[in-house]
T-cell receptor, first 118, second 116 residues
Framework: ETGVTQTPRHLVMGMTNKKSLKCEQHLGHNAMYWYKQSAKKPLELMFVYSLEERVENNSVPSRFSPECPNSSHLFLHLHTLQPEDSALYLC????????WGTGSDEQYFGPGTRLTVT | GDSVTQMEGPVTLSEEAFLTINCTYTATGYPSLFWYVQYPGEGLQLLLKATKADDKGSNKGFEATYRKETTSFHLEKGSVQVSDSAVYFCALSDQGYGGATNKLIFGTGTLLAVQP
């Protein structure tokens, strides 16, 4: 596998279900991101992890719970979602600056998980 | 806060037509500017970038120039192909925490449909 992969690609879940989205990056990056893409709206940044620590939580409801066990993997745990949470969820990674070197502001995206909440 | 505004679509063109997709931004600092492209069923791919005023980013026949005086980063291509049909996103980087993690702020995206 190369780049950024996401599974599953499609997910349909009821409002009372619990499911998880998985993202894996094969680029050796140290930062990972979750975005929500809804029709006719800008991409919404949800969470940012840098060096496995969450550095941003953009006022995301608690029914979304991220987890970053290591720099290559990122999860988004979902529970008791609402129909308005139906969207394309995109994962991205980047190489952030660390004290001994330089980073890059380019982000690399996975193909996304199309989530439908019924 | 920082923001990006791009023209609403869809933009429908015939093959070999000239393309312009307008993008303007507001930023308090000196961000890098990007164009990303999203083909159907795929994630976003970086198309081109520019890191400072008057820089021109280019890739696959697409170009955009970082214009600080007009706070713009318009995307152009001289002759579009059917395979260019996609959604195009303008974005800027907003330096994040301690200069380490960069945030990207995106526009709403512009759908380009190229007809044969």
């Amino acid at each position: 596998e190369t780049g950024v992969t996401q599974t599953p690609r499609h997910l349909v879940m009821g409002m009372t279900n619990k499911k998880s989205l998985k993202c894996e990056q094969h680029l050796g990056h140290n930062a990972m991101y979750w975005y929500k893409q809804s029709a006719k709206k800008p991409l919404e940044l949800m969470f940012v992890y840098s060096l496995e620590e969450r550095v941003e939580n953009n006022s995301v409801p608690s029914r979304f719970s991220p987890e970053c066990p290591n720099s290559s993997h990122l999860f988004l745990h979902l529970h008791t979602l609402q129909p308005e949470d139906s969207a394309l969820y995109l994962c991205a990674s980047s190489q952030d600056a660390e004290w001994w070197g330089t980073g890059s502001d380019e982000q690399y995206f996975g193909p996304g998980t199309r989530l439908t909440v019924t | 806060g920082d923001s990006v505004t791009q023209m609403e679509g869809p933009v429908t063109l015939s093959e070999e037509a000239f393309l312009t997709i307008n993008c303007t931004y507001t930023a308090t600092g000196y961000p890098s500017l990007f164009w990303y492209v999203q083909y159907p069923g795929e994630g976003l791919q970086l198309l081109l970038k520019a890191t400072k005023a008057d820089d021109k980013g280019s890739n696959k026949g697409f170009e955009a120039t970082y214009r600080k005086e007009t706070t713009s980063f318009h995307l152009e291509k001289g002759s579009v192909q059917v395979s260019d049909s996609a959604v195009y996103f303008c974005a800027l980087s907003d330096q994040g925490y301690g200069g380490a993690t960069n945030k990207l702020i995106f526009g709403t995206g512009t759908l380009l449909a190229v007809q044969p």
